[in-house]
């Protein structure tokens, strides 16, 4: 190829950016070539917005691309240049000095190659430098945990290597020497720590290679010479692979453990499953037979009362007829005693004789029916047989229930204990909500008092509002296990509850009050403790506490009221199964005064 025939002026050879001869030029993607420092000055503008474009033919590329060196390119410019050199010098040597000609040219000649051969040795140097700059970029500055650069200046960037030589750690940047420089390569290199000062030896300055087992430690060459002179002292690795392989009997050991837990946890899961569908199940049928048990009990309970009803009526009816009978001759008697007491003051001879005469022929005392009424006999009857049903069935139930009673003590572990400590483990922040308050509800200190008020307050119609029953519901649900306390004034009549919120509000229907529908459950406190629930009275002994506790725990279906004190004393409690969350409500009477309390 004849180099000779190339012109500065040919466009071919010109950077379309520049529009100088190519200067260190490199090819991209789409083929065109560019002088090094005008493609990366070029690119280094489109960074902000993450796509590079080519300066000739506006071909985009996403990412960076790398740039490699167009090295036909760069020897035939660099061979131009050359030849384009030596025409000068023979230009400045005079002819008639040959040898001096002969003797400058190829010093001159010398000194181009010298120089070409050290620019060309910085051109690959910078190629590999764009490379690594055109690459996603791998060095960043150091977060939390990452160990700093030791040879970064200004901003420190993040170590990716450690060496045990030079006793430094390196970004990628700076350990570029250790994979190039010969000398460097030597050096070992480790997985980048922040403590790599440990891994020498303070005293002799040396790397901690052996590990003494006399003392238990690592030791450099030099200490086995020294502190550790007789000890029996083994190379680290040794010492690693020893230790390596009981490391694999332990580990295997614990996966083996692992297993045998996990299979018990499924095992102990399968039987929490199959319990909690069973007591499910029990419950069901347990409900379904106590409630046809309880209708039958009330069917019979109604036909003994229409028996005695009869019977009753079996032997009063003679009675009543006799009795009215007897109320007339009474009447009649009183009325011709108060004629005769007339007629004994009469003066009138002749009219005394002839009304004595027929008053006392009208007064003849009549025979009344003699009827006895027998008092006790036929309910003496029903009152023993009924005692002894009630005895028998008692008998009964505690025969079966004992046989029920050794499956019980397992669940009563899991219910928490009687002290008020363990209860305020579960204590949760209620406060009473305005928007279901009775427009006769005041509600006071931050809406955790209410007091039934002589008139109303000035609320506004809310559709969730009760409008007959004196109530309110609180503002927050009850979900999981919940504790709270209630205070009364001991005046009155108060409902302390839980409720679904679907309950109605509006109407005086049963569906409305608190304890006498499905939807809620009551403690009711008047003169005497009640539980109310499906309008069905369950009557509790226990006199009247001034502080009451209530427990929930939604899961187990468990409601409990106590007597707050230091031992906790059980109201009442019931089990069931609430199917959606609960609220806490409260009915006030007149003159009654209810307060959410603090536990403290």
Known sequence: MEYTSLSLDNVQFRCKVCLDLLKDPVAIPCGHSFCMGCIIDCWDQDDQRGIYSCPQCRETFTPRPLLRRN?????????????????????????????????????????????????????????????????????????????????????KHKAIKSCLMCQASFCETHLQPHYEVPGLKRHTLVKVSSQIQQKFCSQHDEVKKIYCRTDQSFICF???????????????????????????????????RIQEKEKKVQELQQAVDTLKCSAQTAVEDSEKIFTQLICSIEKKRCEVRELIRAQEKAELSPAEGLLDQLDQEITDLKRRDTELEQLSYTEDHIHFLQSFQSLCFSSGSKISPNISVHQHPSFDGVKKSLSN?????????????????????????????????????????????????????????????????????????????????????SKESLCGRCYWEVEWNNWGSVSISVSYKEISRKGNGYDCGFGFNPQSWSLVCSPTLSFWYKNIKTQISDPQPYRIGVYVDHSAGTLSFYRVSDTMSLLHTVHTTFTQPLYAGFCVGLGSTVRLCNPK
Not at 226 to 233: L, R, S, V
Not at 422 to 437: I, M, N
């Open 222 to 256: 030099m200490c086995t010479m020294e502190d550790h002179k007789g000890h029996d002292a083994v190379a680290a690795a040794t010492e690693r692979a020893q230790k390596q392989r009981g490391l694999k009997e332990e580990q295997r050991k614990l996966q083996q």
């Open 389 to 473: 049903l009630k005895e028998r069935i008692d008998e009964f139930c505690k025969e079966d229930f004992n046989k029920i009673s050794p499956h019980v003590p397992p669940v009563q572990k899991i219910l928490p204990s009687k002290t008020r400590e363990d209860f305020l483990k579960y204590f949760c922040e209620l406060s009473l909500d305005p928007q279901t308050a009775h427009h006769r509800l005041s509600l006071s200190e931050m809406n955790r008092v209410v007091t039934l008020s002589g008139r109303n307050q000035t609320y506004s119609d809310h559709p969730q509002r009760f409008d007959y029953w004196l109530q309110v519901l």
């Open 71 to 155: 090295n036909l390119l760069a020897t035939v410019l660099e061979t131009h240049r050359k030849k384009e050199l030596q025409a000068e010098l023979k230009k400045k040597i005079e002819p008639q000095d040959d040898l001096k000609k002969k003797t400058y040219l190829q010093s001159e000649v010398k000194k181009t190659y010298l120089q070409s051969e050290v620019k060309k040795t910085y051109i690959q140097s910078e190629v590999k430098k764009t490379d690594l700059q055109s690459a996603p970029p791998v060095l960043c500055s150091t977060g939390p945990g990452d160990v700093e650069c030791d040879f970064c200046t200004g901003r």
